[in-house]
């Protein structure tokens, strides 16, 4: 296939050609395989877009309209996507890895502003509304009482 005639012919030339190239050359020092470094992680990424929607949020609260609920909805992103973002602080590298540090207040503080922004949206009456909280936060603050005391 030294002459090739067709284009396709040509393409299997030039891959023929190439392989023959990587196939015959010798590997430099220089060039060992590593990983591509990024300048950010996945973490970081959904951080931001969570601390976006939090300013979103907080943004469409203040507006005329006024949703009930928004601003406890921008709040519960903010302080998740803080947390989510400060990743070294809530890795585990306790050996049992099962120890809670007062750093989880943070998530935890977000799902409760979620629980309060989600009855606030839906309008529920006073008294569900009571009953409603009470049974979404009491293991919220259980969780962080049990956690936080070890």
């Known amino acids: 296939m030294d002459n090739p005639r067709t284009p396709i012919d040509l393409h299997w030339h030039h891959v023929e050609v190439a392989i023959r190239r990587v196939s015959s050359s010798e590997v430099r020092s220089d060039m060992t395989a590593s990983p591509i470094h990024a300048p950010f992680g996945a973490t ?4 931001m877009v969570l601390l976006t929607l939090a300013f979103v ?7 005329s309209d006024h949703e009930p609920g928004l601003g406890w909805f921008a709040l519960a992103l903010g302080m ?3 947390w989510i973002g400060a990743d070294a602080l809530h890795v585990p590298v306790d050996p049992a890895h099962v ?3 007062w ?6 503080g977000g799902i409760a502003a ?3 922004g989600v ?3 839906l309008h529920t009456p006073h008294r569900l509304r009571t009953l409603a909280l009470v049974l979404l936060i009491t293991p919220l603050a259980i969780a962080a009482g049990m956690g936080v005391s070890q």
């Open 57 to 63: 949020f907080w943004v469409q609260s203040r507006r």
């Open 103 to 108: 750093w989880f207040v943070p998530a935890l």
């Open 99 to 101: 120890r809670q540090t």
């Open 119 to 121: 009855t606030d949206y």
């Open 80 to 82: 998740v996507g803080v």
């Open 44 to 47: 970081d990424v959904i951080a």
């Open 114 to 116: 979620l629980c309060i």
